[in-house]
């Protein structure tokens, strides 16, 4: 950026802070007011069914911003999508005009744009291929083992984890039991331990283990 630029990006840029379980947008469209920046927190990108069914899309971190907006203000796209904060967040709202006006007039920030939403676009891409070619127990496994800390235990709720998987919460807890059944898990109220990670690791399989962390970022 220019001086010039620099100045009117800084005037006119917004920092809106959010409580955990906010929904900053439950429908993107090409009235959407601008591109939003995470500066602080995480929010989670993703799609909803009629019947309330949810699939988890992305998982954008601290001073990540949200491509498919960006997408919808910069090309006139509509995507119905939700964006919602997991933690307490700082959003920077970049107005619509002034990204537009930048985008248009400066060919570097063009550029450099777009490379960030293709790279976006290319992890839902993948997350959507693990979907169509992987059962929901292989990935399942995955959500366990990336989201497990040092200690093995996983801190969530059947409701959560059915939400990234696309399914329903019904299914998650029966095959939840299953991997406790077969000595894999152990399951406590609103927590999961794992108790053999190296057969969990076998049900995820080699080709979620390379796409973990698209939807369980370390922020």
Sequence with gaps: LNGIEREELIASAVLQEYKAGALIHNCTDANSPGVQIVKRGRARVYISSPDGKQLTLQRIGDN?????????????KIFDVNLETETNCEVLLIPRGVCKKLFDSNERVRTSTMEIVASRFAHTMRILEAIAFTS????LANVLIEQCDGLGMVKATHAGIAADLGTTREVVTRILHQFQEDGLVTLRQREIHITDK??????RGEYLGYIGDLLYPKV
């Design 136 to 139: 929901t127990r292989n990935r």
């Design 64 to 76: 990540q911003l949200f491509a498919i907006g960006v997408s919808c203000v910069l090309n006139n």
């Design 198 to 203: 190296d057969s969990l690791l076998g049900v």
